[in-house]
């Protein structure tokens, strides 16, 4: 089956700071989603992006299908962006996702 | 504005009981998911239904069963549950399966 690779697996960052999560994927896909998982556990999606580049916020997200990847941009970090980022990506109505970067924000 | 609801929240469990998860969406959606999160594992579909009336296995389907009892509800049930199932057990929807997907709560499950 397809393989959903995130990097880097941890991050710990001050308050402030920018990050660059990445998320590759081993075969063409037909969409991909970025998700949040904050730490009580709740999932919220943050981008559902096949491709081309979305902002919403201190928050974008880019993904270049053709080269399997896809990258999510935080800026001006808050400690409420703590949490795990997770990609997930739709082949044969299946979605899969990825094991997560987890994200400490230090005040 | 209820969502995904999922039921029970918290469960114990002695191995080799039975119980069913349930998970209902009010948003008329078409696909509905199945998924379990373990540490350092992310999220792993168990199983899936496209639209009603069909089933599908994921990546980690067996010891469980599905019922996707119309379009609303699609259950999860562990027939006789291991301590390999202790886990945290996500449902989800979407207005069908290339589209944005919204998560349920989650469901703490513990089999001891």
């Known amino acids: 089956g397809i393989q959903v690779e995130q990097s880097p697996p941890d991050l710990i960052l001050q308050e402030g700071a920018n990050s660059t999560l990445r998320c590759n994927f081993s075969d063409s896909v037909n969409n991909l989603q970025w998700f949040h998982q904050n730490p009580w556990g709740q999932l919220i999606n943050l981008f559902y992006?096949?491709?081309g580049t979305k902002q919403n916020g201190r928050l974008s997200a880019t993904t270049v299908a053709t080269e399997r990847y896809s990258l999510l941009y935080i800026s001006s970090s808050q400690t409420t962006d703590s949490g795990v980022y997770f990609c997930a990506v739709l082949r044969d109505d299946k979605i899969i996702f990825g094991k997560g970067t987890r994200l400490h924000i230090l005040p | 504005n209820a969502g995904v609801t999922q039921t029970p929240k918290f469960q114990v469990l002695k191995t080799g009981q039975s119980m069913t998860l349930q998970c209902a969406q009010d948003?008329?959606?078409?696909?509905m998911y199945w998924y379990r999160q373990d540490p350092g594992m992310g999220l792993r579909l168990i199983y899936y239904s496209a639209s009603e009336g069909t089933t599908d296995k994921g990546e980690v389907p067996n010891g469980y069963n599905v019922s996707r009892l119309n379009k609303r509800e699609f259950s999860l049930r562990l027939e006789s549950a291991a301590p390999s199932q202790t886990s945290v057990y996500f449902c989800?929807?979407?207005?069908?399966?290339?589209?944005?997907?919204?998560f349920g709560e989650g469901s703490w499950l513990t089999v001891v």
């Open positions: 989800a929807s979407s207005i069908s399966s290339g589209n944005t997907i919204y």
């Open positions: 992006i096949p491709s």
């Open positions: 948003m008329n959606h078409n696909s």
